[in-house]
């Protein structure tokens, strides 16, 4: 399969190339850039020389559609929506990183983006792209709408217990900390290395964008209305991200009965690890992988969820490598069987 990527120089856009330039069933025959068009990629990334003699374009439809099979975009919101629906006319499968597709409001999208959402008619055509999720309608799909990271790492470990209705839904905390690279890759004061170096702190409580699309997804599980309290920090390290999760359970229960749930839920699940007992997430072990790692501590009613994932892989380019892999009917974990960078 040839594959397109749109934004090919951002840190998502590096990641799928170095996936995929493992992946034995693909070919990436164009990558784009407007910043850097005309320049070979492994310029713009040196850590892709001698993997990719690939060159950075200026976005063509025309150039790009015959070249391509499936399009992975890259690209800042609102950008999405004006050239993936193009993508969809050609007959093209594309995965979008970017939030464009995720809500399946376009009051909500507008609300909470503050833009005018311009291809709200294929809004109801997206699937959200969690892939221990929506495996089936990924499958079947020619748009998925790739999960943001903070969703990711909330909702997998609160899935198998929002199925299971053991949980009362009313008071959810999520704490979660990212790395830098969440941030993209385009200058910003907030994430210049004095700026973060040495420091934590929170930012957009309440209001991060990618709080209702959790709290859709929280929703559409537990087939009721929720509504968390979301607190993401900043931390000082390149990528990672730890999400710590507070809920009450509506009756005690063992850690046993807990990690029951669990693996009743994700014992097949190639890239869920469920901790040992009195383990819990780091981001460092599942750096550069597509893991999500979940561990946890229950006393009496009292359940604290933890996990981690990098939020780059796991967190955005992996998990659309995953849905790829579903899309085309290959394994899921082919070109993603990878190893943690640990320490």
């Not at 997804?217 to 507070?246: C, D, E, V, W």
């Not at 809920?247 to 029951?260: A, K, M």
């Not at 669990?262 to 097949?268: A, G, L, Q, S």
């Not at 901790?275 to 009292?302: E, M």
Request: glycine share 6%; aromatic share 6%.
């Amino acid at each position: 399969m040839n594959i397109a990527v749109i934004g090919a120089s951002g840190y998502t856009g590096l990641e799928l190339v170095r996936i995929l330039a493992n992946h034995p069933h693909t070919t990436i025959t164009c990558v784009t850039s407007e910043r850097f068009a005309g320049q070979p990629l492994s310029n713009v990334f040196p850590s892709l020389a001698a993997f990719s003699d690939l060159r950075l374009e200026s976005f063509d439809m025309s150039r790009v559609s015959p070249r391509a099979d499936i399009v992975f975009t890259a690209v800042p919101h609102t950008e999405a929506m004006r050239i993936v629906p193009s993508l969809l006319q050609q007959g093209k499968r594309v995965i979008d990183l970017s939030a464009d597709f995720r809500l399946s409001s376009k009051t909500t999208y507008e609300a909470w983006y503050g833009h005018q959402h311009t291809s709200p008619d294929i809004l109801s055509a997206a699937v959200y792209g969690l892939s221990e999720l929506n495996r089936s309608a990924i499958r079947r799909a020619n748009l998925v709408a790739n999960p943001g990271c903070y969703p990711t790492s909330i909702i997998l470990p609160l899935m198998p217990l929002l199925k299971e209705g053991v949980l009362r839904t009313g008071t959810i905390i999520a704490d979660s900390k990212s790395g830098v690279s969440g941030a993209g890759r385009a200058l910003k004061t907030n994430s210049l290395f004095c700026e973060v170096s040495e420091g934590c702190s929170a930012y957009n409580v309440l209001q991060h964008r990618h709080q209702p699309e959790i709290e859709e997804q929280l929703s559409r599980i537990a087939g009721n209305p929720i509504k968390i309290t979301f607190s993401p920090h900043l931390i000082p390290m390149n990528r990672g991200m730890l999400s710590t999760i507070y809920v009450t359970l509506r009756r005690s229960l063992t850690p046993v009965q807990i990690r029951d749930i669990f693996k009743k839920y994700y014992r097949r699940e190639r890239f869920i690890r469920l901790l040992p007992d009195g383990v819990l997430p780091h981001t460092g072990r599942i750096r550069g992988s597509n893991f999500c790692d979940i561990g946890f501590v229950v006393k009496g009613t009292r359940l604290v969820l933890v996990s981690a994932i990098d939020n780059l892989v796991k967190g955005a380019s992996g998990q659309a490598v995953q849905n790829m892999n579903i899309m085309l009917g290959y394994p899921e974990h082919t070109a993603l069987d990878t190893i943690p960078l640990y320490p």
